[in-house]
C-alpha cells in the first residue's frame, strides 16, 4: 500500500478543519471591519458636531482596549469540502490505491453516498460495516480498513454537521429520519 493513500484520509481532514477555520476568521474580520467602520462614522459625525465630546484615542485608557472581548464570530457552516472532478473519481483502481465506490455511488461524494444508503434505510439502525458494504460491496482486509475509516468519518462528519444522527446506545450506529 503506498503512503499517499495512508495519508489521504488525514490530509482530507485537515484541509477541511483548516477551512472551517478560515471561514470563521473572515467573518470575523468582516465583523470586525464593519464594527470598526460604524465606530469611525460615529467618531467623525460626534467630532464634527463637538469637537469637545470626544476624547482623542490616545487618551482611552490601554487596560480598557486589552480587556475588551472581541467579537465571537457568528455560527456558520463548515465550509463545504471541494469536489473532485469526476473523471478522477472513475479513475480505475491500481494497485495500492484506495477503495472506489460499486457503481451505483461512484459519481457521489461521501457524505452524498452515505446519506443515500441511509436514506435507503430510513427509519432503521445502520452499522458503519452496513454502510461500508453498500458504498464498496467486499473488499481484501487491507482495501475494507481504509474504507471503514473513510466511511467512519464521514458518518461522524454528517452527523455533526445534523444529516442524520447516532442511534442511542448503540456503538457504531446510525440513522436518519
Known amino acids: 500500500m503506498s503512503q499517499k493513500s495512508e495519508v489521504q484520509p488525514t490530509l482530507e481532514s485537515l484541509q477541511f478543519y483548516y477551512q472551517t477555520i478560515a471561514t470563521d476568521y473572515e467573518n470575523m474580520a468582516k465583523q470586525a471591519r464593519e464594527q ?27 487596560a480598557a482596549i486589552l480587556t475588551a472581548k472581541a467579537p465571537t464570530p457568528a455560527p456558520s457552516k463548515p ?11 472513475e479513475a480505475p483502481a491500481r494497485r495500492g490505491s484506495a ?54 468519518k464521514g458518518l461522524s462528519k454528517g452527523k455533526v454537521n445534523g444529516m442524520w444522527q447516532k442511534v442511542a446506545g448503540q456503538q457504531g450506529y446510525y440513522t436518519i429520519s
Open 99 to 152: 477503495p472506489r465506490f460499486v457503481k451505483a455511488y461512484q459519481s457521489k461524494t461521501m457524505l452524498d453516498a452515505i446519506g443515500q444508503v441511509l436514506l435507503e434505510q430510513s427509519g432503521n439502525s445502520v452499522s458503519i460495516e452496513d454502510v461500508v458494504q453498500a458504498l464498496y460491496g467486499d473488499l481484501k482486509p487491507s482495501l475494507y480498513k481504509i474504507a471503514k475509516d473513510r466511511v467512519t
Open 79 to 89: 465550509a463545504p469540502m471541494p469536489r473532485m472532478p469526476a473523471s478522477k473519481r
Open 36 to 62: 470598526l467602520e460604524h465606530v469611525e462614522a460615529i467618531l467623525n459625525s460626534s467630532v464634527k458636531s463637538s469637537p469637545t465630546s470626544v476624547k482623542p484615542a490616545a487618551a482611552v485608557a490601554p
